[in-house]
């Protein structure tokens, strides 16, 4: 009977024991998971409960405004070489694809009908020249004779009469004889500028004629070529303002255009496309294509090495003007909401301003914009997660565009090709 009453002392004592070990573990697991709850935010906003953002700077920098477009080459002269005449071609001086110069003879037809009528009008006109001598004489002879009072004056109004005919028959003859030069001219085909020949469509002995549908070749300049390209209508007044005379009429200097075509010059380069050739923009069309909404342009440019040919299609980029001293960041940084573009900066105090501010002009993956000023640090990285005013800490973006667009220049063709 002494034993139940210690046997359930001891029971009562190992429930006591058991229920605030329980209730010990349970407070144990909560705090557990409220710090692992609390944990990932506590990673993420760093020390302080800053917000850990990537930033690059505003740079401040001159950028040139460019426009680029489509462009076909086209020969600024050009010609179908034609015969004037009907003759058998007696030489061919010109090859297929031949260079030739600008005075070069080209062609030679049988010229034997056309020389013999020149010879037959330089006759005519000696003969005609020996009457007129003759006429000459006989009138001054009347005029003595009248003076003499042995002839009446009619005499003399005839002698005259014919003395006139006989000049105005010699002029004749000259006519004659200049005419028959210029068909024994036509016999003789020469370049009428420096260009390069196409294919040659006639040989010695055949017929060349006047009717022919077919030229004897043609003939383009290929030094130097033209390139036209046509612009949306909203860059004429850019365009016109670039080629607008300066202030006191100084002649205004063209805008520049380049021709882009990747891999012609010296290979691909990493898949940029290199300029190959720099010219001038010489023609802007007098009226804008009302069905297309473009304007017309052609650039000259110098083609001594040949790279560009007649009909080749490419790119062109022209530089309009340069925007000094432009506020420069990467478009990545800029928030759209609507029609408001804003940033995030990092103030002086470490936390997260937002800025509104006005896009001018963008250039691959930068933009000018007004409303910054230069050497702010704008965040790049983590502005999805940012409010105003909250602190944030601040680390070098992942990604610069501009520090890599800095390292592209500094590298030149060079660094690019390598």
């Known amino acids: 009977m002494r034993r139940k009453p210690v046997v359930l002392s001891l029971i009562i004592v190992l429930l006591v024991a058991g229920g605030g070990w329980w209730w010990k573990s349970r407070a144990a697991s909560q705090a557990a998971?409220?710090?692992?709850?609390?944990?990932?935010?506590?990673?993420?906003?760093?020390?302080?409960?800053?917000?850990?953002?990537?930033?690059v700077l505003a740079r401040q920098q001159d950028v040139p405004v460019v426009v680029e477009a489509s462009g076909t080459v086209a020969a600024l002269n050009q010609v179908d070489v034609r015969a004037q005449t009907t003759a058998i071609v007696r030489d061919v001086l010109?090859?297929?694809?031949?260079?030739?110069?600008?005075?070069?003879?080209?062609?030679?037809?049988?010229?034997?009908?056309?020389?013999?009528?020149?010879?037959k009008a330089r006759a005519q006109l000696a003969k005609d020249k020996a009457s007129l001598a003759d006429?000459?004489?006989?009138?001054?002879?009347?005029?003595?004779?009248?003076?003499?009072?042995?002839?009446?004056?009619?005499?003399l109004d005839t002698a005259l009469s014919s003395l006139e005919?006989?000049?105005?028959?010699?002029?004749?003859?000259?006519?004659?004889?200049?005419?028959?030069?210029?068909?024994?001219?036509?016999?003789?085909?020469?370049?009428?500028?420096?260009?390069?020949?196409?294919?040659?469509?006639?040989?010695?002995?055949?017929?060349?004629?006047?009717?022919?549908?077919?030229?004897?070749?043609?003939?383009?300049?290929?030094?130097?070529?033209?390139i036209t390209f046509n612009l949306p209508e909203t860059e004429l007044a850019p365009v016109l303002e670039a080629m607008r005379p300066g202030a006191g009429g100084t002649q205004a200097?063209?805008?520049?255009?380049?021709?882009?075509?990747?891999?012609?010059?010296?290979?691909?380069?990493?898949?940029?496309?290199?300029?190959i050739a720099r010219g001038k923009l010489i023609f802007v069309d007098n009226l804008v294509d009302a069905t297309t909404g473009t304007i017309k342009l052609k650039a000259e440019f110098e083609n001594k090495q040949q790279k560009l040919w007649p009909g080749q299609?490419?790119?062109?980029?022209?530089?309009?003007r340069s925007i000094k001293d432009a506020v420069v960041i990467p478009q990545a940084a800029i928030i759209l909401r609507g029609t408001d573009r804003q940033i995030y900066v990092v103030g002086p105090d470490k936390t997260a301003q937002l800025k509104t501010i006005r896009m001018r002009y963008t250039f691959g993956e930068l933009?000018?914009?007004?409303?910054?000023?230069?050497?702010?640090?704008?965040?790049?990285?983590?502005?999805?997660?940012?409010?105003?005013?909250?602190?944030?800490?601040?680390?070098?973006?992942?990604?610069?565009?501009?520090?890599a667009a800095r390292q592209a220049a500094a590298a030149g063709p060079e660094g690019a090709g390598a």
């Open 253 to 275: 200097t063209p805008p520049e255009v380049q021709v882009v075509l990747p891999g012609i010059d010296s290979g691909a380069r990493r898949g940029k496309a290199e300029p």
């Open 165 to 226: 005919g006989g000049r105005s028959l010699v002029v004749a003859d000259e006519a004659a004889v200049q005419s028959a030069e210029v068909a024994l001219s036509y016999n003789e085909i020469r370049a009428p500028f420096a260009g390069r020949a196409g294919a040659v469509n006639v040989w010695p002995g055949s017929l060349a004629q006047t009717s022919a549908t077919t030229p004897l070749v043609n003939i383009v300049q290929i030094d130097p070529v033209g």
């Open 135 to 155: 006429l000459q004489r006989q009138y001054e002879r009347a005029k003595e004779l009248l003076a003499q009072k042995f002839v009446a004056q009619s005499a």
């Open 94 to 119: 010109v090859k297929d694809g031949q260079s030739v110069h600008k005075g070069q003879l080209l062609f030679r037809f049988d010229e034997r009908a056309d020389r013999a009528n020149l010879d």
């Open 313 to 320: 299609y490419l790119r062109v980029r022209m530089t309009l």
């Open 33 to 55: 998971r409220a710090e692992a709850a609390s944990a990932p935010a506590g990673g993420a906003s760093g020390a302080g409960g800053a917000q850990t953002v990537g930033v």
């Open 367 to 403: 933009a000018v914009v007004d409303g910054v000023e230069a050497g702010a640090t704008v965040v790049l990285d983590g502005k999805q997660n940012l409010r105003p005013g909250v602190p944030v800490r601040a680390q070098p973006a992942a990604v610069d565009p501009a520090a």
